[in-house]
């Protein structure tokens, strides 16, 4: 299993990879399963906006489509300071996030913060919400 630094690090050098031709932002998640796999996504923009996807959802479209459904870390890093998931990924991690999954803030190796779900989205509406 990757360790934070190992993890911020790859999200760093991840984020050359992002499509942003328009906002000149870019932003990279890598996520760890609770399997110990990676995933690696990144924002995918689209001249008509409303397609555009972020790195968190890239990421974890990635792991879900080959079957994971477990997650300990996402890792998010931008080209700014602090760079926070949108509404939409917080509401999407709510689909697969557990209590205790990580969601860590990245600006540099040093640099950076972890949160739960419940930090950055409390009191959401989810499945439990639905059973």
């Not at 990279?28 to 110990?36: C, Q, Y």
């Not at 995933?39 to 995918?44: A, H, M, T």
Request: hydrophobic share 35%; proline share 3%; aromatic share 10%.
């Amino acid at each position: 299993m990757k360790d934070i630094k190992e993890l911020i690090e790859l999200a760093l050098d991840n984020k050359e990879k992002s499509y942003s031709p328009y906002s000149h932002f870019r932003v990279s998640a890598v996520l760890l399963t609770k399997e110990g796999e990676v995933f690696e996504g990144v924002n995918i923009e689209n001249a008509s906006y409303s397609p555009t996807i972020c790195a968190e959802r890239s990421a974890l479209a990635a792991a879900i489509s080959k079957g994971y459904r477990e997650f300990d870390t996402i890792v998010i890093t931008g080209d700014l300071i602090d760079t926070y998931p949108c509404g939409v990924c917080r509401q999407f991690m709510a689909e697969f996030f557990d209590d205790d999954t990580k969601i860590v803030i990245a600006n540099s190796l040093d640099d950076y913060k972890t949160y739960t779900l419940e930090d950055l989205l409390p009191h959401s509406f989810g499945k439990k919400d639905l059973q």
